[in-house]
């Protein structure tokens, strides 16, 4: 099947007489005759489900679209995009590891792994997308376990270079995490330049009408535990806390960190989402790829009229020609990057205020990747936990505005950004 087709098929087929559209199986628990049956369940000598928290039968058949889009081996889903990137961290690096990050990325995930993680002993040190050879090679210790970067980061709308970050994890014997969130599979699929984890924050263009947070993981089912032994001994040495399985040799390659993610991470930490969400997100699955293309035709369309405006100091759109990632962008997602534009307003931080006022489609919201239009100055609130030099280092300047282009007629988000300029 194609793309297209797997965002409408994909993760559930009813039998005879079975509903057309996914059952919402809205259960705590599930029952069995026998203690014995629950007990092979418990062992993972079966697969099936006994409790919601870790595993639930709308959940995993969202989760398998997702993971049949992103062209994985499997998948699951988690009750947000935070904790979907928390979890594919600390299933691999824990107390006493490091990882390399790209500093271009969503502020969340910044707070997430330089403090949150930091504090469970987990040390991140944070390096350009477009760092030299030699600075990507220096950030590497005995004790890196992972590499993460966003395809296309939030806000900073930076395109990673996935082939040379997997390329440089893989030669240190460690993965390479991909945030895919802004692109979504319909645009690029990391797992095609080497990627080893894709992760999403389906909050935004995967669900796509602002109604249920969510997150989900993908394994692309290649990276070989096995072989980087001693770097994993979370995957490849017995798990006291389960019945002592080791999960990559019970699971293989393709099921082992996920197995790992769900029976050790989600029924310790619980992130679970509600069956009700994950219906809604699959809706919005369905309808990914007719919407990604609308996305990204509005947001040329905006970036293009914003290049030419004189009352905006400069545009920032990864599909623009004059874009410094537009090469990049060209090679890993020629069909489209995302629906987002920044732009800086002349008059700074003073003037972008004042423009987002006068906005009558664009809401001001934090949120991105909605159907509606909206817009955001992340320097006074997604980003405001950073200082100057964070803030640079991330891409975000003081006057940067945001705007998510929606649905909406393109020509009538163009009035709506000259009559706000007008004003000012
Ligand atoms: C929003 C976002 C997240 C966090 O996701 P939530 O669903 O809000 O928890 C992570 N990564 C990126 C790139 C995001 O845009």
Known sequence: MRIETKCVQSGYTPGNGEPRQIPIVQSTTFKYATSEAMGRLFDLEDSGYFYSRLQNPTCDAVAAKICDLEGGTAAMLTSSGQSANF??????AGNGDHVVSSASIYGGTYNLFAV??????????????????AELEAAFRPNTK?????????????????????????AHGVPLIVDNTFATPINCRPFEWGADIVTHSTTKYMEGHGAAVGGAIVDAGRFDWIA??????????????????????????????????????MRDFGSTPSPQSAFMLNLGLESLHVRMERHCENALKV????????????????????????ARAQKYMPKGTCGVVSFGVKGGREAASKFMQNLKIAAIETHVADARTCCLHPASTTHRQMNDAELIAAGVSGDLVRLSCGLESAEDLIDDIAQALAQI
């Open 87 to 92: 979890y594919a961290v600390f299933n691999i």
């Open 116 to 133: 949150t993680m930091k504090r469970m002993g987990v040390d991140f040190t944070f390096i350009s997308p477009d760092c030299t050879d």
């Open 146 to 170: 992972a590499v993460f970067g966003e395809t296309i980061a939030n806000p900073a709308l930076t395109v990673f270079d996935v082939e040379r970050f997997a390329n440089a994890a893989h």
């Open 228 to 265: 980087h032994a001693d770097k994993f001994p979370g995957l490849t040495t017995p798990d006291d806390s389960y019945h002592g399985v080791t999960y990559a040799e019970k699971f293989g390659l393709g099921g082992a960190f996920i197995t790992k993610c769900t029976v050790q991470l």
């Open 303 to 326: 970036a293009q009229y914003l290049e030419q405006n004189d009352r905006i100091a400069w545009v920032n759109y990864p599909g623009l020609e004059s874009s410094p990632y537009h």
